[in-house]
Structure formats: C-alpha cells, structure tokens
C-alpha cells in the first residue's frame, strides 16, 4: 500500500506531503527568503563595527599560541571553535594541521620542478578601480585590504611576483 504522507511520531503537525504542492513550494520558498532577509539584517547590523584592518589583525603581532603554555587569552582550539573565529582565523589558516587531522597529497613520483624567479617590483605600484568602487587603489595596497596572507603570480613559467603576510611563509602550508 502506497502512502501520499507521513506522520511524524508523537506530533500535533501535519501530515508532510511526499510531493509537495505547489503553493507549499511556494510558501518555503517565501518563509526562506523572510529568514535570509532576517539574517541580512542581523548581519549588517553586526557589521557596523569597523572591524580590523589586515594589519591590525597580523596573527603574529596578535600572538596567537605563543610561548609554551599559551597565555589562555591567546590560545587557540577546535574544540570550543576559538580557532575558526576572526581574527584568529588568520592564524588558523596557515596552521590547521596543528588543530585538525589533515592528509598530505602527493606531488607524484617525479622530482620536483624548480621555478625561476624574475621579480618585478612594478606590480606592487599597478592601479586598479576594484569592483564596485569609485576610485583606484595600487595592488600592493589591495593585498593587504584583501586580508591577502600569501600570493604567487607566475607568468610565462616565471615567479615574478611573491608576497607573505602574517604567519604564512614560502615554507608554510595554507
């Protein structure tokens, strides 16, 4: 025998249609967007705060789980998600094996091929109008607006272009 609805055990709601109808479509799809404009709200409303700029929220300068223990206003967990919150995110990042188990992908069986470098200090003084701005910024200062912690441009086979921020290294993992 084939059910059109089911009934949740001990509940006073309704039977949930196995197809919904197009009205009750209709409906979740309004209740949904009401709560994503409600979340909105909330949203911009938590975002009046200026927060910090790149700068300010440099994981080093903060002192995030440094020194052996870490002073408890500064340490780190994922336990109680501390590690996954701004700004100390920016530390996280370019630590998450030392929170989570992670796996190391392979390269493949080849050595490693090295790269060239012809750095060109330029780029750092290229302007731009970002998206949905009235005026330029260079690209040097973009990185850092951008919470950028590390970048490598490569053209025609060469590095010309690397920059580290915060507490990512050439050496570090991301």
Same mark, same amino acid.
């Given at each position: 025998?084939c059910?059109s609805?089911?009934?949740?055990?001990?509940?006073?709601?309704?039977?949930?249609q196995?197809?919904p109808?197009?009205?009750?479509?209709?409906l =979740?799809?309004?209740?949904?967007?009401?709560? =994503?404009?409600?979340?909105?709200?909330?949203?911009?409303?938590?975002?009046?705060?200026?927060?910090?700029?790149?700068s300010?929220?440099?994981?080093?300068?903060?002192?995030?789980?440094?020194?052996?223990?870490?002073?408890?206003?500064?340490?780190?967990?994922?336990a109680d998600?501390?590690f996954?919150?701004?700004?100390?995110?920016?530390?996280?990042?370019?630590?998450?094996?030392e929170?989570?188990p992670?796996?190391?992908?392979?390269r493949? =069986?080849?050595?490693?091929?090295?790269?060239?470098y012809?750095?060109d200090?330029?780029?750092?003084? =290229?302007?731009?109008v970002?998206?949905?701005?009235?005026?330029?910024?260079?690209?040097?200062?973009?990185?850092l607006?951008n919470?950028?912690?590390g970048?490598v441009v490569?053209?025609?086979?060469?590095?010309?272009y690397?920059?580290?921020f915060?507490?990512?290294?050439?050496?570090?993992?991301?």
């Amino acid at each position: 025998m084939c059910q059109s609805s089911v009934m949740p055990s001990n509940s006073f709601l309704p039977p949930i249609q196995a197809k919904p109808t197009l009205a009750r479509q209709r409906l =979740l799809s309004g209740l949904l967007l009401a709560g =994503l404009g409600v979340f909105t709200l909330a949203a911009s409303a938590q975002t009046a705060v200026q927060p910090l700029s790149a700068s300010d929220s440099d994981p080093i300068k903060l002192g995030w789980m440094q020194g052996f223990p870490p002073p408890a206003d500064k340490r780190l967990s994922a336990a109680d998600g501390s590690f996954f919150q701004f700004p100390a995110l920016r530390y996280s990042v370019a630590h998450m094996r030392e929170f989570l188990p992670t796996v190391e992908v392979s390269r493949g =069986l080849g050595a490693a091929s090295s790269l060239s470098y012809r750095l060109d200090p330029a780029i750092d003084a =290229l302007s731009f109008v970002p998206t949905g701005a009235a005026k330029s910024m260079q690209w040097g200062a973009s990185l850092l607006q951008n919470y950028t912690d590390g970048i490598v441009v490569l053209h025609r086979g060469e590095v010309v272009y690397e920059r580290y921020f915060g507490a990512l290294t050439p050496e570090g993992q991301h």
